[in-house]
């Protein structure tokens, strides 16, 4: 069983009502906490654990959430537990008791052992967890997707085995849907590090957990690294003198005379932070580790170097044959990526619209534009836009349609089937999507990414609905709504009646077909297209090779308290830079999302990223700049009105 107990936000919501909390920090923790609860909601497995609440939250407002923390100890609920399984050869009712859980949702009833899973480990008992592991299913499909069967890990080391092609996924960072590789964090370190073999990954993927946070800077940039003493670094050869695995703080736990039997127990107890509620016990260890420390080496003083480090390594380390297999899954994506991209791309997008996760969606195929060079294909009334499917030749995807946000699987679907029926007229095809609940937010949004191109330009078809909104069907209006919405008078007396504040008995099928024979033609422009991509699909891809190499379209914008992190869209050749700006220089010349920018100049710094210390003044992380590893900052720029102006214009 598991006893459920008042998450983050909810235990904050208590605790800012019971304590009187200004509204407006309580609101905004509370924003704070919905970001922290959506990355862990759309995370993989194997990424939660790397996800914490300290992240997403501003130094300011730490300690004041931090109060909250005893509330997330009242319990509310039993439930079953979500994978943990009591393996027993005994009579689990007599050992340990039985108990029911019913579901909220379902109702349905589970018996269940009446003991937690932390209280299975203090007694010695075994428990199992039982994990759908999303990125093997993955794996799966990627290989039967060619006709093939999941290579053996023996196949897979032969594989990889000096193939730069696999080895270049990870050096590039193109990790969208690498096992292990995806966060942005992962990824930058995984492009510096570049691992070249399947050992230096799995060494990579235990390095990057916490605990190993002191030293990951310099296992990433390969540094010479010694634990002080000789000896130690001998027993700990084979991992370059690191203790990344726990089978080396066995080994050394061991070498201090430890009974190896003792040693797991010792980093069951660090993760657990047994010894931290019970101090004893610690000390008793350390007298011991002394003892085989003063036998094995000599003087002590740096003794407690080399604890803290077995202290901290302890808090997350992996076993070596996990970080093994994971370093596997990993590599049978990357193998597959670098080789059957097309295909890649195609499983991997559609394997998450099954899943409804639209954020991966998105990332798989801007990291597809980036570096692959395709673009998005055109969406299209009668196409199939179910799936997705990618033309290798053009190299254009066409995504699924409802991997649009506020587009459901339903709506697709009948899409589709209205797709496959013939209309004279625009009109006609209104009537059909209104008549089966597509609503006009949804039709409006097809309108602006083309998808009935067949029946004229955008802007033609938007003014259509629009007035099939205002007037289909309607028997009357009054005369200040149809002067507000810019319909001619003239047009309603030919085709109604009129009164002192209306016009009556109209025939509306009539009116709308000769205002939508006066609609005047405008070509949409290239800023209003790539606006409607950016909108309603979240991407733009248009791009135009005769305009000015400097100008750049605002894709994205995520303006933080010191630094502005900006993404321009290269409207000459279609690809997309990453640029930061101090926050004060933006304030001083500020721009939103979908300016177009003239850029006159660039500057080039070198990069710089945490050291994993910490200042002990500031009580924050110190960074330092990464030798051939560069960064753009925008430091000239002209906002402009349009595209249409050329650079000796400036």
Known sequence: MAIEKLKEKAAWQLYAGANDVKPEDANQISKYLDEYNKALKYADDDEKEDIHVEDYIPEEYISLFKQSNEYQGITINLKVHACGHFIFDGDIRRE???????????????????????????????KEDFLIVDSVYLTYKFFHS???????????????????????????????????????????????????????????????????????????????????????????????????????????????????????????????????????????????????????????????????????????AFNSPHAYSMGGDSAYQAWFKAHHTKTFYEVAINHYQEKNKK?????????????????????????????????????????????????????????????????????????????????????????RINYFKKYGDVNTLLEIARLYDLLNGAKQISKDKAEKNNIPFDILIKHGNETAKQFNKLDSEQIIKELISKIPYRELTLKERLDNQRE???????????????????SELDIKKSIVNVHLFEIYSGKTREVKMWTSQYNRNPFDLGTILYIISLEKKNKKEPTGEINPVTGKKIYKEVPDKFEFWLSKFVIKNDIEEDEDDI
């Open 96 to 126: 340990v008791g039985l108990i029911s859980a019913v579901s909220e949702s379902t109702g349905k009833r589970t018996v269940c052992a009446a003991i937690e899973g932390g209280y299975l480990d203090e007694f010695g008992y075994v």
């Open 359 to 447: 954020d991966k969606i998105d990332a798989l195929v801007k990291e597809a534009i980036k570096f692959w060079g395709y673009k998005l294909g055109d969406y299209e009334f009668g196409a199939d836009n179910r799936k997705v499917t990618i033309n290798e030749e053009n190299k254009l995807i066409y995504p699924n349609l409802s991997s649009v946000k506020g587009f459901g699987e339903g709506v697709v679907d009948t899409l589709y089937e209205l797709g496959q029926s013939k209309y004279k007229t625009f009109t006609d095809v209104l009537t059909a999507l209104f008549s089966n609940s597509i609503n006009k937010t949804i039709v409006n949004k097809l309108i």
């Open 146 to 316: 060619i006709g093939m069967e999941v290579p053996t890990f023996d196949e897979l080391r032969h594989m990889i085995d000096g193939d730069k092609k696999t080895w270049d996924i990870y050096a590039n960072g193109i990790t969208c849907c690498v096992n292990q590789c995806e966060k942005e964090a992962t990824t930058n370190r995984v492009k510096k590090y570049k691992p070249q073999n399947l050992a230096e990954l799995s060494s990579f993927i235990a390095a990057i957990r916490p605990g190993f946070a002191s030293l990951l800077s310099t296992f990433l940039n390969r540094e010479p690294y010694t634990t002080g003493e000789k000896k130690i670094d001998d027993l700990l050869f084979d991992t370059a003198h690191f203790m990344i695995y726990q089978e080396s703080i066995m080994k050394v736990l061991s070498f201090l005379e430890l009974k190896m039997a003792e040693t797991y127990g010792v980093i069951k107890n660090i993760s657990k932070k047994k010894y931290k509620l019970h101090p004893e016990m610690l000390k008793e260890l350390q007298e011991r580790l002394i003892e085989g420390w003063k036998a094995e080496i000599g003087k002590t003083d740096n003794f407690n170097n080399v604890w803290n480090v077995i202290e901290s390594s302890g808090s997350y």
């Open 536 to 554: 309603v699909l979240g991407i733009v891809s248009d791009s135009d090779s005769k305009v000015s190499k400097r100008l750049y379209y605002v």
